[in-house]
């Protein structure tokens, strides 16, 4: 089954630049998503389709896809996007298949 | 404006079967290209995605849990339900249901309903 790996966590300091790569086997040849969770809530979708983001997104937020990794991007990155952040991608035998998480600090 | 919400036990026993439902507003079932996913995360956080409604009623599983599982809907009443049959622990966790947007070779959700912790006990 196909599976995408994120690393645990990681930090950045207010107003650099955090990113957040997820793997998988020619992930670059999927479309990928983003979800940001912050404790006790829901997860909310940030960028789909690799790149796009939905309306109300702040333009700090940014993805990219190509070969294996997805990487998403958070510019100036502000104490309120501390939270877990997990992709997303479609495959034809498992269909969807989330990342395991990724909980980014923001020092 | 789409929201979701689910219902159901909070508790419930091991072997027992899961019922939970997920009311819709703001859009309805029959609408064309509408889509609602079951998708649970663990206590430890996984997300794992359980199954897929579409508005002509075709209906994908994880492969993983495909016998356990079924998905329906209550047109009249705006819902889609989920059972899970034979609980066990690792059932344990909270299940989301989301509106899915179903492209080529895509899925993704949004919005997500705010979730329901359901506990299976020995």
């Known amino acids: 089954s196909y599976k995408l790996t994120q690393p645990p966590s990681v930090s950045v300091s207010p107003g650099q630049t955090a990113r957040i790569p997820c793997s998988g086997d020619e992930l670059g040849d999927k479309y990928v998503s983003w979800y940001q969770q912050k404790p006790g809530q829901s997860p909310l979708l940030v960028i789909y389709?690799?790149?796009k983001r939905p309306s109300g997104i702040p333009e700090r937020f940014s993805g990219s896809n190509s070969g294996n990794t997805a990487t998403l991007t958070i510019s100036g990155t502000q104490a309120l996007d501390e939270a877990d952040y997990y992709c997303?991608?479609?495959?034809?035998?498992?269909?969807?298949?989330f990342g395991g998480g990724t909980k980014l600090t923001v020092l | 404006q789409v929201a979701l919400r689910e219902s159901g036990p909070a508790l419930v026993k091991a072997t027992q079967t899961l019922t939970l439902t997920c009311s819709l507003s703001?859009?309805?079932?029959?609408?064309?290209?509408?889509?609602v996913s079951w998708i649970r995360q663990t206590p430890g956080k996984a997300l794992e995605w359980l199954a897929r409604i579409d508005w002509d009623d075709d209906k994908y599983y994880a492969p993983s849990l495909k016998t356990r599982l079924t998905i329906s809907t209550e047109s009249s009443k705006n819902q889609v339900l989920l059972t899970l049959t034979n609980m066990d622990a690792v059932d344990t966790g909270t299940y989301f249901c989301a509106r899915t947007t179903v492209v080529t070779n895509d899925n993704y959700f949004d919005p997500w309903g705010q979730g329901t912790l359901v506990t299976v006990s020995s």
């Open positions: 703001g859009s309805s079932l029959s609408t064309n290209g509408m889509s």
């Open positions: 997303q991608a479609w495959d034809s035998s498992t269909y969807v298949v």
């Open positions: 389709q690799d790149s």
